[in-house]
């Protein structure tokens, strides 16, 4: 019969990975927290018509990318393509607003696009992401960038190519519109398939065209549509910004490709990842969402960044730190006799804080402390017959290649200086490097 595969546009996280990824999660949860954010959790289902009122109906997202279903009851159900329309339902259907605002929040979960996989695009990926909702304050939009700054330096990633613009109020929107139109409507003939219909749909994401790259560089900029409290209120942002240390590139043509956003867009990039892919993460701010949802109107601000593409920049600039969840210690019997005395050594190593692992199959010592340095551990505890005599225990250096007998009394603390001093050398081989 054959193998069963994973389905397309998914990956499994195996073991190496999966320390990875909770070292990055714990650092955004982390940073989140010291601005005061909080944690929350929202369905992967949501009605359909979250994301087709939220997002927008002439999104790619909604058009093209989601995982639609009916459910038993003839319902319509998605499997989220983002979070933060699901963020928001849960927040004003919840009243948090009405408690303390803004309301200041983090998440981090799997997401579903049915785009075409490729590196650092996958049908299922991850995003942590923060919503900031109840205040519409520009310096609520420079704090959440200051936000992901952080966790990035926290990441050790440098280089990181701030993108951020400013789309403005609905008006200016609709004046920007009606400009771009103007503009492109003697083009049209020229224009590729997919610009022709965004004209008539959603002319603000012909500036999104690869193809038609040149037409976009001479298009009118949309700063030049804004009025004076959409400038002041971009200018602050980047005045916040200034302050905060964070170099922000001023970049026209950035519009994001979901409808909700308006006044300040941001976008993330690095070098390492080329091409359509380039973009580690983005938001914005959203005052018009609530209300799309039947909400009473509420400003709110946020950003969600991919997990997955942020690891592909770490991994390539070295930063991922070793697996803290790795094993130090195997602890073993010469015989099955000795099974539970080794047993008790293992659960003695364990409540001093030691990651021990045990066996004690019928197999020739020699092939256990093979697997030992397999599974990673750095010592190996062995228990024979003259050890559980003697209530004493043999500690064998798997690096240094020597071993003693030591008490059971001395055991943990002499297995602990070696781990301590096999970690101080790797610190300095780390350091010259
Ligand atoms: P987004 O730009 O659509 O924004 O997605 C944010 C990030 O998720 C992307 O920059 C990318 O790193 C990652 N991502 C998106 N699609 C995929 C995919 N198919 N495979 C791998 N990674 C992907 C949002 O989702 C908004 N909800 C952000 C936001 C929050 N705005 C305000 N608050």
Same mark, same amino acid.
Request: glycine share 10%; net charge negative; proline share 9%.
């Given at each position: 019969m054959p193998q069963i595969a994973a389905p397309k546009g998914t990956r499994d996280i195996l073991p190496d990975e999966f320390a990875a990824r909770r070292w990055l999660l714990d650092a955004h949860a982390a940073v989140a927290e010291s601005f005061g954010y909080r944690g929350i959790e929202t369905p992967i289902?949501?009605?359909?018509e979250l994301f087709s009122r939220g997002v927008g109906t002439d999104t790619d997202i909604v058009e093209k990318q989601m995982f639609t279903f009916e459910d038993r009851g003839g319902r319509s159900l998605t =499997? %989220?393509?983002?979070?933060t329309a699901g963020t928001l339902r849960a927040v004003l259907g919840a009243h948090l607003d009405q408690e303390l605002r803004p309301v200041r929040l983090h998440y981090a979960g799997p997401f579903f696009r049915a785009e075409r996989p490729q590196a650092g695009r996958q049908h299922q990926f991850t995003q942590v992401g923060i919503e900031c909702i109840g205040e519409g304050s520009p310096a609520l939009d420079a704090e959440i960038i200051e936000v992901a700054w952080r966790f990035f330096k926290a990441l050790g990633i440098d280089g990181i190519h701030l993108q951020v613009n400013s789309l403005g109020s609905p008006e200016d929107r609709a004046r920007y519109r009606t400009a771009l139109v103007a503009y492109y409507t003697p083009l049209e003939a020229s224009l590729c398939d997919d610009c022709r219909r965004r004209l008539h749909?959603?002319? =603000? %994401?012909?500036?999104?065209c690869k193809r038609d790259a040149g037409l976009v560089a001479a298009a009118p900029i949309l700063w030049e549509s804004l009025d004076r409290p959409s400038r002041d209120h971009f200018t602050t942002v980047l005045r916040d910004l200034e302050s905060a240390g964070i170099d922000a590139i001023r970049n026209d043509r950035l519009v994001r490709g979901?409808?909700?956003?308006?006044?300040t867009v941001f976008e993330f990039w690095h070098d390492?990842?080329?091409?359509?892919?380039?973009?580690?993460g983005g938001g914005g701010r959203y005052d018009g969402l609530a209300e799309l949802l039947g909400f009473p109107s509420t400003p709110a601000t946020g950003y969600a960044l991919g997990v997955e593409r942020i690891l592909m920049v770490a991994r390539a600039v070295g930063t991922v730190p070793s697996?803290?969840?790795?094993?130090d210690v195997l602890v073993c019997s010469?015989?099955?006799?000795?099974a539970e005395a080794a047993a008790g050594v293992a659960r003695l190593l364990r409540d001093a804080g030691m990651h021990s692992i045990l066996d004690v199959a019928e197999r020739r010592l020699d092939r256990k402390l093979r697997g030992a340095s397999r599974a990673g551990a750095r010592v190996a505890v062995i228990v024979g017959e003259n050890e559980v005599g003697s209530d004493s225990a043999v500690v064998r250096?798997?690096?240094?290649?020597s071993q003693q007998t030591v008490p059971i009394a001395e055991l943990a603390s002499t297995v602990i200086r070696i781990l301590a001093r096999d970690s101080v050398a790797e610190t300095a081989i780390g350091e010259d490097s």
């Open positions: 289902i949501e009605s359909t =499997l %989220r393509p983002e979070g749909t959603n002319p =603000l %994401r012909l500036l999104d979901l409808d909700y956003y308006g006044h390492i990842l080329q091409g359509a892919q380039s973009s580690l697996d803290p969840a790795a094993t010469v015989e099955p006799g000795q250096d798997l690096d240094g290649r």
